[in-house]
């Protein structure tokens, strides 16, 4: 891992749970899905997005 995404990564960590969904949201629209993407990739995304769903309807939101 470059050191620049492991910055990244570190200042994702002091994110609030909506910034995080803000940011996920944002980075969806920015880069685009490739052809490249195992099934795995495909389920490990559809997890996080339930996931990110579930948290957003337990807050309420």
């Known amino acids: 891992m470059s050191t620049a995404v492991a910055q990244i990564l570190r200042e994702v960590e002091q ?3 909506r910034e995080r969904v803000e940011l996920r949201r944002a980075l ?10 195992t099934e795995e990739d495909f389920a490990a ?17």
């Open 15 to 17: 994110l609030s749970d």
């Open 28 to 37: 969806v629209q920015q880069i685009p899905l490739s052809e490249d993407l």
């Open 45 to 61: 995304l559809a997890a996080a997005s339930f996931r990110a769903l579930d948290e957003e309807e337990a807050r309420g939101a």
